[in-house]
């Protein structure tokens, strides 16, 4: 379309006597639509070491052992008429986070804020948080600005017992990116007992529209 890129390629994998498999089709039935969306919604953050991962692996596109913003973008691009952009417009920045304060005592609000530094072309992101279930109670999660993304976060105990928050937000068809230095969601836990702030995020993306991605 004019000077502009599309990142609507479609993928197709063919191993001799198996399926086609059209890159995005997490449920598998040889389309990428709003329903895979809505089965990305639901399995956003299980790990490879998930009892159910093995039944979604399929739609863990960069093959990180995790379902994240990147693996979401490929299906949430082909959405309509797909995305269109100038192919210079690269992913560039990174997400840090911050707690409103360093101590907290037992009943109070710890309130998380995701930015954005130095953001260009950001079309989703995603991160991890890992956080002690004895010491915080999870909130909520809201999104400050992030422009049209939908919200796929997920609040997951995993089979190990481990609970981490995934904060995960990604432009369904073509929308506008967010640039800049921004703050872009706050989370909010509520400490159980007498707590240091000590978290971290891990497993971090940013994705463009061209499914370039930045991790951090």
Known sequence: VGNFGSALEMYIFKVPGTDTYL?????KDKKVDENDLTSYLNY??????DSDFEYVSIGDINEN???DAYDISVAATRIGDGVYDDPEHKV????????DKSRYSAGEEVVITISG?????????SLALPYDAADYEFVGIEALNTATMANYSK????????TVIYPTFVNEGN?????????????TLKAKRKVKFDLKAIDGIIVDKHLNAVKF
């Open 44 to 49: 956003n953050g299980l790990r490879r070491s």
């Open 92 to 99: 560039a920045g990174e997400i840090v986070i911050a707690a």
């Open 23 to 27: 890159s995005g089709d997490i449920n």
């Open 155 to 162: 609040n997951r105990m995993h089979g190990n017992g481990e």
């Open 117 to 125: 530094n130095n953001l260009q072309n950001a079309n989703a992101f």
């Open 175 to 187: 929308q506008a990116t967010v640039s800049g230095n921004v703050a872009l969601v706050k989370v």
């Open 65 to 67: 052992g995790l379902i």
